[in-house]
Structures are given as structure tokens and as C-alpha cells.
């Protein structure tokens, strides 16, 4: 399995909190990416890095912003959580040549905002 | 919109049955990725076809992607009660950024 964890696992905070999701990689890969599942909605991609300090827009970016600061890093805030934020986060890597088109998968993220 | 429609979105079979899951748009893409996904995990890549027209085979998992790079299909032949799960298609475009479908949820009956 590709080295990557994500934390927390589960939270549940308030409308109007600020959250920070942490996806951490063992793997040295140059992609990494955050992206939100919802019912019917398969996977949606919210931001994702193409190197260190290097991150660019997805589809549903409004709402969140990203860092990354190291190679292994890479954070996902919501400066202030809504209800429509409520959704399982998914941080994933993918690396160069040969392995550009293989994404590796984070076990999620479950937020709950209440 | 969804970029890329996946179809159908729920699927309920007994075992040995056989079916297919679709994935099409109207955008052309660099490769395209199915991921086999459980409850509580993140998707597992199964297969990335590059080639327009090129069929991979994965034991019992037959993937084709269409001529001109649009769509794909997903056969699987004399299902098993372990294929259940949520199938998901992924199109790769500007190099490194992904379209997902919505996903099929497969149900496999003993």
C-alpha cells in the first residue's frame, strides 16, 4: 500500500469553525491532491499541488484553501466550515512518467459540520 | 455536469450473472483509470487504459477503452459476492488533473 495518511480520521465541528485536514505521504511523489465524495457525486476535485508551494484550482475550490509547504504535506482549510462542507475528504498522490496516471488514495476524511 | 456519466448507478446481481458498467462523455482523455472503492476505504486503482481501442483483462475484469478516447466500459463475467462495491471510472486530462463519474454500486448476491 502507498504511504499515505490522513488526519484526523473523523470530526465533527460548528458552522463557522475553521478546520485543517492533514494528508501526509512517505512516497517523495510530486502530485498530490484533495478532493471531496458525495452521494452521486462520485469524486470531486478541490485542489491539488504540482510541487512544494506549487497549488492550483479544481472543480469545487470555493470555500477552501491549500498549503504545502514540504514534499510530504499537503493541508486542506476551510476557513470557515458550512453545512455544505459536510463530506468524506479524500487526499490522494500521484507521481511522474510511468505513474502519472495512477493515483494512490488516503483512507478519508469524515467531516461532519453541524 | 457531470464530465463523465457512468451508468448504471446501482447494480444488482447473483453471483455468476455477468455485467458491464459504462463511462462516457463527449471530452477526449489521456488515459482513463477505474477504481474499485469499499465502505470507509479510498478508491484502489484496477486498471489505466491509454490507447484508443485497447481491451485489458484482469482475471474475470474485462476493460476496453473506445476508439477515439471518450469512453470505456467495464465488463465483469460470473460475478462474485467479493466484486461487490462502488466502481468508479476517472478520465486523466492536461496531465496530472482527474474527472471522476459519479460511480456504479455494485451488489453481488450469494
Known amino acids: 500500500d502507498a504511504g499515505i495518511t490522513q488526519s484526523p480520521r473523523h470530526k465533527v465541528t460548528e458552522t463557522g469553525t475553521p478546520v485543517t485536514l492533514r494528508c501526509h505521504q512517505t512516497?517523495?511523489?510530486?502530485?498530490m491532491y484533495w478532493y471531496r465524495q458525495d452521494p452521486g457525486h462520485g469524486l470531486r476535485l478541490i485542489h491539488y499541488?504540482?510541487?512544494?508551494?506549487?497549488?492550483d484550482k479544481g472543480e469545487v475550490s470555493d470555500g477552501y484553501s491549500v498549503s504545502r509547504s514540504k514534499t510530504e504535506d499537503f493541508l486542506l482549510t476551510l476557513e470557515s466550515a458550512t453545512s455544505s462542507q459536510t463530506s468524506v475528504y479524500f487526499c490522494?498522490?500521484?507521481?511522474?512518467?510511468?505513474?502519472?496516471?495512477?493515483?494512490?488514495f488516503g483512507p478519508g476524511t469524515r467531516l461532519t459540520v453541524l | 455536469t457531470q464530465l463523465l456519466e457512468q451508468s448504471p448507478q446501482f447494480l444488482s446481481i447473483q453471483e455468476g450473472e455477468n455485467l458491464t458498467v459504462y463511462c462516457n462523455s463527449s471530452?477526449?482523455?489521456?488515459?482513463l483509470q477505474w477504481y474499485r472503492q469499499e465502505p470507509g476505504e479510498g478508491p484502489v486503482l484496477l486498471v489505466t487504459?491509454?490507447?484508443?481501442?485497447e481491451v485489458k483483462k484482469l482475471k474475470r475484469l474485462t476493460f476496453q477503452f473506445g476508439d477515439a478516447r471518450k469512453d470505456s466500459s467495464l465488463h465483469i463475467t460470473a460475478a462474485l459476492p467479493g466484486d461487490t462495491g462502488l466502481y468508479l471510472c476517472?478520465?486523466?486530462?492536461?496531465?496530472?488533473?482527474?474527472?471522476f463519474g459519479s460511480g456504479t454500486k455494485l451488489n453481488v448476491k450469494p
Open positions: 487504459v491509454v490507447t484508443g481501442g
Open positions: 471530452s477526449v482523455f489521456s488515459s
Open positions: 476517472a478520465g486523466a486530462y492536461n496531465f496530472n488533473k482527474f474527472y
Open positions: 512516497e517523495n511523489h510530486r502530485y
Open positions: 499541488s504540482y510541487g512544494v508551494k506549487d497549488t
Open positions: 490522494a498522490i500521484s507521481g511522474l512518467g510511468a505513474g502519472a496516471d495512477t493515483q494512490y
